[in-house]
C-alpha cells in the first residue's frame, strides 16, 4: 500500500515538473518569437 502511494506521489510530483517545463519552454519561445 505505501509502496503506491509513493509511486502515485512520485507520478504526480513528475506531472508537476514536465507542465512547469513546458510552460517554460513556450513562454520562453513566446519572448523570442516578440524580439
Given at each position: 500500500m505505501i509502496q503506491i502511494e509513493i509511486q502515485y506521489?512520485?507520478?504526480s510530483y513528475?506531472?508537476?515538473i514536465?507542465?512547469?517545463a513546458c510552460s517554460i519552454l513556450?513562454?520562453?519561445e513566446h519572448a523570442?518569437?516578440?524580439w
Open positions: 506521489c512520485w507520478i513528475l506531472t508537476l514536465r507542465i512547469f513556450t513562454s520562453d523570442k518569437l516578440r
